[in-house]
């Protein structure tokens, strides 16, 4: 003791308080950063949309006049909707069977996703392509164009994101780096694909449901 | 301290002797408002004014006792008493400050009322106003008289006193905002949307108004004059506008005049061509398409007249529009021309090479 | 003290070229939080002389020396600079320094995002300044206020891709010091013990991380209007001008509490030292700040009240509310201050300055609420004022209280008092001569963002005043850096504990060793240090060897690398008693450790594991 020769009772210094140190409880710390930065994805996402709302509700006619037709429920877009969504429980069987010390499971289940991802992302090129060539519907025409294109290509940039952490795990996994208790990249990959899935599901509902 | 060098400031700003051409040095308090909006304005203004000083006093003068009184001294030893709070002060300091800005968004909302009031059926003179840069447009739609003008004073907007005005606003290119101090009020100009609001001048008197929405290389430059007058004043004022012949563009040149051709791109590209060419000391004419799809533009010669003064062409040629001038012939030599309403807008003019 | 014991400061590096290559490559939160101020201080530089050249222009009627597309690139810039490469790095670098001292760890929870996070802000600075060698910075205003920034030169790209990287970074800092926060704190620190510094950080982070986002989609909206032929902000093609000033300012105001809520931190950790009392209504401070930052989400359409497009009562209502929560902070500082023994030491005296000044920005804001009265000073030098009354009589005095408070923590070295007052007084009395005019001229009807103003009566002299003070401020900087060059020829004297401070970053050396703590003192309130000095706790036992004490195994069994793809992930070591046995000095040995196989702690007893006993 250096300084201070005097004893000062401080009432509120709880002296039976037990030490607890937090680091035991609670999520894992990398899991916490990967729900965070999923937390501030979430506020990306809501500014796109806020965008969309405000030209929907300001437009007299919605979609535009001359785009009735244009982005509507197609069966590439379908089929591109329940792949993804497969991908996002084939991910989730992933994690279940590595929770379990499954590797050969794991490293299934995540080339499953990957492979889906791939699909998804070739056949919305596929339908960017359509689009452009036989509607000549582009970022260009209009707010709607402009829309559709900057939600679903930044949702498409996130899918390409989560195929390269996927292609990552799944390196890894064949490396076998994984293990039941040590496998916080399989968790922070996986639900950073749900959350692209839950924006897609979003999407679908905005642009070709409610349309 | 502070309460010193504020008190100073305010000493000086507030007191001080009338400045020059009788009008007062500016402080807290301004002339008072010149439009029934801006006395409401200036009196709300006024107790929110007495409260901030109550507020600043009090805090600044605690402040100050605090550290005076409590300033660690010589020869003390041992700590000062540990406090650590008091939950009946911190309801009172949360207390009170909700009751004061309480008060206070109920007299906002009273004023705002006010102030916003919006006539449903505008039965007086209605002015729609333009915003482009960096220049206003003002329409008369009723009365048939058009405005636009550059400069230190911009175009003129005649308004009787006593009576309700509506104004509309709406820009073509970007961001405006239609400010007169005298009036304390301003209201965005937004391209594709038209705000309005209802004015009543209660004096008579020129003021002067200006963009306060930062839109571009000239921002600092887009005035405009509002003529508050007597509504006999007013009559006679517009009839005597109305009587102006309206100018006709272009005139009569001479068949064979050589004519250049020149578009105006836009405030940012310039023109295209950027350099002419032009025989010297033979009438010629210039042939200016605007294709620019916000401002209008207009095309004049630095040291274009005999007396070597800048000529100006007549009249500006508004978006898509074609005008044809017919400036003075040219001695030889080499020119600067440039769009009287943007300046940045320049280029060569080579005269008999 | 026990508890504070010297360790062997270990000098690796001997020549000049290994030490760059330590500090390029560092992941070390202390070296990344020296670099991030050091870059605020030289952009704080830049961003001075801009004001200045700007100041120098306006001090008379008449255009003077500058261009008006000159003019509109150095206020574009200035704002843009001092905002997001100055104050906000700034705070990240002395949170990034501070924040894992304060909450006893041995490094933020990500270290190599960490430093990922501070070379984005370089990179990001020169791509802003990149502009004037590709025909113009940007010159639209720090607001970017669409249709103008979609129309205007190619430096509103590159200063859209400087802010995106800036954002990115941001929100990459705001996760590191989030996770830290929740993950990395000593044994006993809860949540309502952790100093207010840490409690600020902690809420602007949260605001980071939510508001961040939402201004890079706004971006993400410019960019592809500008360069793809969107239509986000064109009604031509069905767009809302409008939309931009609701994207900004849903970022912007957050942002505003962003640079101001550590000031807060800073005077809240000041005034209990400088007073020798413990903070007045800790609770009411925690309250008070979480509740501004909520309210900052709920009133940024109050700096759109002159577009006709929102609805004023709402956004009055909650702007006024504001004033609450600062006021109750306001009345506890001066409470603290209450029956203290004020030693008026440098730090002291920036945070009594940022009290008496800061009061004048909040007034002003409380004006501003008033929409009438909003619709005839919005945009002119009455909002200059406001912002400069909260910006530099706000964050640069809680900046510098706490550079003067920190600067021996970090340097081992004490900054000269004498020259830290005078630097002081200078500061104080510019700002007031610099910005209390505006308020005069803006109530005059003068408008901000010009480059002349009509020769009106009064306007020359009070332009002239306030340039004068502008240049007051300018020069209060050189005894500062004088300062800061003397100081760093003396030797590093200063000791652990030159304030007789309340926390924990004071219990160990000056600067710290690599990983900070060889033991810490048991945290039974939010003044650890404190209460170890006055006798209300007794050390442990024994110094708790920091590196295998309770509170950094978890610091190693969290370690990043896992999750950035170092291959620990199935290289448990089986031996793991043997391991445990030879502790590892470092913070970035991985501890590959499963939790279950750990030797339990019995009971909840804080006491370290056997070995840690003698």
């Not at chain 1, 140190?21 to 990306?44: K, Y």
């Not at chain 1, 037709?69 to 877009?77: M, Q, S, T």
């Not at chain 3, 300044?129 to 607001?143: C, I, K, L, P, V």
Request: hydrophobic residues 50%; aromatic residues 14%; proline residues 7%.
């Amino acid at each position: 003791m250096s300084a201070g020769s005097e004893v000062v009772q401080l009432p509120h210094a709880e002296e039976s308080h037990v030490a607890q140190p937090h680091g035991d409880q609670g999520m894992n710390t990398a899991l916490l950063g990967m729900m965070l930065f999923i937390g501030s994805e979430v506020m990306f996402f809501a500014g796109l949309f806020a965008a969309y709302f405000n030209a929907r509700a300001a437009a007299d006619q919605w979609p535009p006049a001359g785009l009735e037709d244009v982005v509507h429920l197609n069966p590439i877009v379908i089929i591109a909707t329940v792949i993804l969504i497969i991908s996002s429980f084939t991910m989730q069987w992933g994690v279940w069977r590595i929770r379990k010390g499954d590797r050969t499971g794991l490293n299934r289940a995540v080339g499953v996703t990957l492979l889906l991802g791939i699909v998804f992302l070739a056949m919305q090129a596929y339908d960017y392509f359509l689009l452009v060539s036989e509607e000549s519907f582009g970022i260009n025409s209009g707010i709607y164009g402009t829309l559709f294109y900057t939600l679903t290509g930044f949702h498409g940039a996130h899918v390409f994101g989560g195929v390269i952490g996927l292609l990552v795990v799944f390196g890894r996994g064949i490396a076998g780096q994984f293990s039941a208790r040590h496998h916080i990249a399989v968790e922070a990959v996986s639900a950073y694909w749900h959350f692209v899935d839950v924006v897609w599901i979003a999407l679908f509902i905005v642009l070709y449901i409610l349309h | 301290m502070a309460v010193l060098l504020v008190g100073l400031l305010t000493l000086i700003a507030g007191c001080a002797p009338a400045g020059a051409e009788g009008q007062a040095f500016p402080g807290f308090f301004a002339p008072p408002a010149a439009s029934a909006e801006g006395q409401a304005i200036d009196s709300l203004y006024f107790y929110v004014f007495l409260i901030a000083v109550a507020v600043f006093l009090t805090v600044e003068g605690l402040l100050l006792w605090i550290v005076f009184r409590y300033r660690r001294r010589p020869r003390v030893d041992g700590l000062p008493p540990q406090t650590h709070g008091h939950n009946l002060l911190e309801i009172v300091w949360t207390a009170i400050p909700a009751a004061i800005v309480t008060m206070l968004f109920v007299a906002t909302i009273d004023t705002l009322a006010f102030v916003e009031e919006l006539d449903p059926k505008p039965q007086g003179v209605i002015i729609d106003v333009v915003g482009f840069q960096w220049q206003w447009t003002f329409n008369y739609p009723e009365e048939g008289l058009s405005f636009t003008g550059a400069g230190a004073e911009g175009p003129v907007m005649a308004v009787p006193v006593g009576e309700r005005v509506r104004i509309r606003l709406e820009a073509t290119d970007v961001i405006h905002s239609f400010y007169v101090p005298m009036f304390r009020y301003k209201l965005d100009v937004v391209p594709g949307r038209v705000n309005e609001f209802d004015i009543v001048v209660e004096e008579p008197g020129t003021y002067t108004g200006q963009c306060a929405e930062f839109c571009g290389l000239l921002h600092a430059e887009m005035y405009f004059t509002v003529e508050a007058m007597s509504r006999a004043d007013y009559d006679a004022w517009v009839t005597e506008q109305q009587q102006q012949p309206e100018p006709t563009p272009g005139g009569s040149p001479p068949p064979d005049a050589a004519t250049v051709e020149v578009t105006s791109v836009g405030v940012v590209e310039g023109y295209e061509p950027s350099e002419l060419s032009v025989p010297a000391d033979t009438p010629w004419l210039v042939d200016l398409t605007n294709s620019d799809q916000f401002a209008p533009h207009d095309f004049a010669i630095r040291g274009g007249n005999p007396d070597g003064s800048d000529w100006q062409g007549d009249p500006n040629a508004d978006p898509g529009q074609q005008v044809i001038y017919e400036p003075p012939p040219l001695a030889a030599g080499q020119y600067e021309f440039y769009c009287s309403l943007h300046p940045n807008m320049v280029g060569t003019l080579r005269v008999g090479e | 003290m026990a508890t504070t014991t010297l360790a062997p400061r270990a000098r690796p590096y001997t020549s000049t070229r290994a030490r760059a290559y330590e500090w390029l490559t560092t992941t070390d939160h202390k070296k990344i939080g020296v670099m991030y101020m050091a870059s605020a201080f030289l952009f704080f530089l830049i961003g001075g002389v801009y004001a200045l050249l700007i100041r120098a222009e306006l001090a008379v009627p008449g255009i003077q020396f500058l261009e008006f597309e000159t003019y509109n690139q150095l206020f574009t810039l200035h704002g843009t600079v001092m905002i997001f490469l100055f104050v906000m790095p700034m705070w990240t670098g002395l949170a990034n320094y501070i924040v894992p001292l304060q909450v006893g760890a041995a490094d933020m929870a990500f270290p190599r995002i960490n430093a990922l996070s501070y070379w984005m802000i370089p990179v990001a600075g020169l791509m802003l300044f990149s502009g004037y060698a590709f025909g113009g910075a940007a010159n639209a205003g720090w607001t970017g206020y669409a249709p103008l920034s979609v129309r205007e030169n190619i430096g509103i790209d590159l200063w859209v891709g400087s802010l995106v990287l800036l954002g990115t970074s941001s929100i990459l800092g705001a996760i590191n010091f989030i996770a830290t926060i929740f993950k990395m704190r000593a044994p006993g620190l809860t949540l309502m013990r952790m100093p207010l510094f840490v409690w600020n950080t902690l809420v602007t982070s949260v605001l980071l991380l939510f508001a961040v986002p939402v201004l890079t989609a706004g971006f993400v909206m410019l960019f592809i209007d500008r360069n793809y032929g969107g239509g986000f902000f064109d009604p031509a093609l069905g767009g809302n001008p409008i939309l931009w000033q609701h994207i900004f300012w849903f970022f912007g105001h957050p942002e505003v509490y962003i640079l101001i809520l550590p000031a807060f931190g800073v005077v809240s950790e000041i005034l209990p030292v400088f007073s020798r009392k413990p903070l007045f209504g800790y609770k009411a401070f925690v309250f008070a700040t979480a509740s501004i930052g909520a309210l900052g989400f709920s009133v940024w359409a109050h700096h759109m009240f002159a577009t006709g497009a929102v609805y004023l009562p709402f956004f009055s209502f909650f702007t006024f509310l504001i004033a609450v929560p600062t006021g109750i902070k306001f009345f506890n500082w001066l409470a603290t201050m209450w029956g203290g023994q004020l030693r008026l030491s440098t730090p002291m005296l920036f945070a009594i300055g940022f009290i008496a000044l800061f009061l004048i920005g909040g007034l002003d804001g409380a004006f501003l609420a008033v929409v009438p009265f909003d619709f005839h000073v919005h945009d002119t030098y009455w909002v200059v004022s406001h912002i400069h009354y909260v910006l530099v009589a706000g964050a640069v005095f809680g900046i510098f209280a706490a550079l003067y408070y920190w600067w021996p923590k970090i340097t081992g070295r004490m900054l000269d008092e004498r020259l830290g007052k005078v630097q002081w007084v200078l500061l104080f009395v510019g700002t007031n001569v610099a910005f209390f005019p505006q308020h005069i001229l803006g109530l005059d009807g003068m408008i901000r963002r010009i480059i002349d103003y009509a020769p009106n009566p009064g306007w020359t002299e009070l332009n002239f005043l306030s340039t004068i003070g502008a240049f007051m401020v300018g020069i209060s900087m050189l005894p500062f850096m004088w300062n800061v060059f003397i100081t760093q020829r003396k030797p590093a004297t200063a000791g652990d504990d030159p304030w007789d401070a309340n926390t924990l970053e004071w219990a160990t050396t000056s600067p710290p060793p690599t990983y900070n703590f060889e033991a810490l003192p048991p945290v039974r309130s939010e003044r650890p240090l404190f209460d170890l000095k006055y006798g209300a706790v007794e050390p442990h036992a024994a110094a708790v060897p920091a590196a295998r004490g309770e509170s950094h195994e978890e610091t190693r069994a969290d370690a990043p690398e896992e999750f950035l793809g170092e291959p620990v992930e199935g290289h448990e070591d089986p031996d793991v008693p043997g391991a445990r046995t030879t502790p590892q000095v470092s913070e970035h040995a991985p501890d590959a450790t499963p939790r279950e196989e750990r030797p339990k702690r019995e009971g909840g007893d804080p006491a370290p594991p056997t070995e840690g006993r003698s």
